[in-house]
């Protein structure tokens, strides 16, 4: 199976600062990788999605970029509503795998 | 407008069984695939199980191969889960979840159902 490793665990961030999560793939997944964004006690929803594309309806603020074994989500301006726990999660494989996921907390 | 509403989930002692029902409206359910990811307290979230839209195909996570079956009915518009000999370690809150234009990501989620196994 394609390990997925996000970093780091824990980001303490404060509204307005650009922040970047990092996804490793264990292989390399050409550009098929999704980030999703959960908020506690809710379902994830879905962010990004074929490394770069952005969900309809998700604002520009999050952008992706990556390829082969290396990700990146950003977020260009930390919002109030962006305090969450984020994944990656690969797909080139039928056997699907996410990354431990990304807390963002407020600093 | 796109739900997904799961049920079936509970108290369960291991060893035991339990089925899971995802209800589908606001698309073409039989249009796409779809899946089941479980997330256990406080952990990250791990994929199940994967059917296609005629359920030709289907794929199982390591985790509950030959333990857990997958199935859908595009009449009913319905997706199932059927876990047989539970463990500990299947407690979790299990979302059904729609597959993207046709890959193997999702892009609507139900809010999920708890699945407690223990004695």
């Known amino acids: 199976d394609i390990q997925m490793t996000q970093s780091p665990s824990t980001l303490s961030a404060s509204v307005g600062d650009r922040v970047t999560i990092t996804c490793r793939a264990s292989?390399?997944?050409?550009?098929?990788l999704a980030w999703y964004q959960q908020k506690p006690g809710k379902a994830p929803k879905l962010l990004i999605y074929?490394?770069?594309s952005l969900e309809s309806g998700v604002p520009s603020r999050f952008s992706g970029s990556g390829s082969g074994t290396e990700f990146t989500l950003t977020i260009s301006s930390l919002q109030p509503d962006d305090f969450a726990t984020y994944y990656c999660?690969?797909?080139?494989?039928?056997?699907?795998?996410f990354g431990g996921g990304t807390k963002v907390e407020i600093k | 407008e796109v739900q997904l509403v799961e049920s079936g989930g509970g108290l369960v002692k291991p060893g035991g069984s339990l089925r899971l029902s995802c209800a589908a409206s606001?698309?073409?359910?039989?249009?796409?695939?779809m899946n089941w990811v479980r997330q256990a307290p406080g952990k990250g979230l791990e994929w199940v199980s994967s059917?296609?839209?005629?359920?030709?195909?289907?794929y199982y996570a390591d985790s509950v191969k030959g333990r857990f079956t997958i199935s859908r009915d595009n009449a009913k518009n319905s997706l199932y889960l059927q876990m047989n000999s539970l463990r500990a370690e299947d407690t979790a809150v299990y979302y059904c979840?729609?597959?993207?234009?046709?890959?193997?990501?999702?892009?609507?989620w139900g809010q999920g159902t708890l699945v407690t196994v223990s004695s």
């Open positions: 059917i296609s839209s005629s359920s030709s195909y289907i």
């Open positions: 292989q390399s997944i050409s550009s098929w």
């Open positions: 074929k490394a770069s």
């Open positions: 999660q690969q797909y080139n494989s039928y056997y699907l795998t």
């Open positions: 979840a729609r597959g993207h234009s046709g890959s193997s990501l999702f892009d609507y």
């Open positions: 606001g698309f073409t359910f039989s249009s796409y695939s």
